[in-house]
């Protein structure tokens, strides 16, 4: 199992640039998340998905679209990038709905200029 | 979790000591707690987790304790080693993936 890969490793974006960060799992997880890392601050989430076709709205959603066409992949899409974007994604899978362990990706790193 | 602005706590330890990482919870709902850790450039790894009817929970090497009544958790790591190094951080969950809180994190330096 490759458990969950995140593409790219490394994206810069000029301001008003749109892009795809793509999220993908093997181990047939329903539940699937979208986590943004600041310095100085822990993880919050984004958007998540309790199923394919099904998402919802984490604490930071703005600026950032979200669909589950499959099980396993969840990308997320930024529609007008923004420099506050700038920071690391991770995405994230699990068995159960967040009492259950989170399964995260090695992280993609987003500079907004 | 922590609220330590832009640094992160860091704790030094001789290798082959133990290292013990605190972190204060905030909601008295939450009843499952995750310790995580990650090495620089990598994704957040699960360690151990505890749910809120334990004090305490044992793996290979850490042992997590809960005490409730002051919303404290902690990691400890016997015989810490090298490959240690990392950020450690804890969430707590009230139930469903909205309502974990992730806490900022410590440093954990090896000295060897």
């Known amino acids: 199992n490759a458990g969950v890969t995140q593409t790219p490793k490394f994206q810069v974006l000029k301001t008003g640039q749109s892009m795809t960060l793509q999220c993908a799992q093997d181990m047939n997880h329903e539940y699937m998340s979208w986590y943004r890392q600041d310095p100085g601050m822990g993880l919050r989430l984004i958007h998540y998905s309790v199923g394919a076709g099904i998402t919802d709205q984490g604490e930071v959603p703005n600026g950032y679209n979200v669909s589950r066409s499959t099980t396993e992949d969840f990308p997320l899409r930024l529609l007008s990038a923004a420099p506050s974007q700038t920071s690391v994604y991770f995405c994230a899978s699990s068995y159960g709905t967040g009492q259950e362990t989170q399964y995260f990706g090695p992280g993609t790193r987003l500079l907004v200029l | 979790g922590e609220s330590v602005g832009l640094h992160l706590p860091t704790l030094s330890v001789q290798e082959g000591d133990n290292s013990i990482i605190n972190c204060a919870y905030s909601?008295?709902?939450?009843?499952?707690f995750i310790w995580y850790k990650q090495e620089s450039g990598k994704g957040p790894q699960f360690i151990i987790d505890i749910r809120s009817n334990m004090d305490k929970r044992q793996g290979q090497r850490v042992t997590v304790l809960l005490n409730k009544t002051v919303k404290h958790l902690s990691l400890q790591i016997a015989a810490t080693q090298p490959g240690d190094s990392a950020v450690y951080f804890c969430?707590?969950?009230?139930?469903?993936?909205?309502?974990?809180?992730f806490g900022i994190g410590t440093k954990l330096q090896v000295i060897p």
């Open positions: 909601n008295s709902a939450s009843d499952y």
């Open positions: 969430a707590e969950n009230s139930g469903g993936y909205q309502k974990v809180t």
